[in-house]
């Protein structure tokens, strides 16, 4: 009986023994893949970032004019459709005014396309720097500006646009 019992406690044990090695096998085997996994997940969330940060690039460029750094024809739409949609919600005032250079193919034509673009540099900057950080200015067309002023009734829009216009007057554009 002796015997016989520790016969069958050393195939208990054998069988004990081999299933703790299959199991060791099993977790180390799952520890593994779960390496692998965190490690694609790491490089799928880096790649998702790296591909984020080039898209909203993309975005910015797609959204912006080169030479003058404004929002360009594209962005004007997406704006104007936010404020058309805020202005009827909201129902307060909402104006745009346009902006055309006088004579700027004499300009173009006289002293040179790189003083044209030097001329619609400075007359952005001046825009930008004399308007809100809530208003939105674009470069529309070729020297046609866009300046949407969303909570500006038109009395205060008309005055914006003559001390504008006066700034502008009395810039020196030297080429």
């Known amino acids: ?41 790491k ?21 912006r004019d080169p030479l003058t750094g404004l929002g360009n024809r594209m962005a004007y739409d997406n704006r104007i459709e936010l404020e058309i949609t805020r202005w009827n919600r909201h129902k307060s005032p909402l104006t745009l005014i346009v902006w055309d250079i006088d004579h700027f193919k004499t300009i173009n034509d006289t002293l040179g396309h790189k003083a044209g673009d030097k001329t619609l540099k400075i007359i952005a900057k001046l825009l930008s720097e004399n308007c809100r950080h809530l208003d939105f200015l674009s470069r529309f ?8 002023l969303p909570e500006t009734d038109q009395e205060s829009a008309l005055t914006l646009a003559n001390k504008l216009r006066k700034i502008i007057e009395k810039t020196r554009f030297n080429s």
């Not at 520790?6 to 090695?21: D, F, M, S």
């Not at 067309?141 to 949407?148: A, I, R, S, Y």
Request: glycine share 4%; hydrophobic share 35%; charged share 35%.
């Open 43 to 63: 490089r799928m969330e880096s790649e998702s970032s790296d591909l984020k940060l080039k898209l909203s690039i993309a975005l910015d460029r797609a959204l």
């Open 1 to 41: 009986l002796k015997q016989l019992i520790g016969t069958r406690i050393a195939v208990i044990n054998k069988e004990i023994l081999h299933h703790r090695e299959n199991e060791e096998r099993a977790r180390q085997k799952t520890e593994r893949q779960l390496n692998e996994l965190t490690d694609k997940i």
């Open 141 to 148: 067309g070729g020297e046609e500006f866009t300046m949407l």
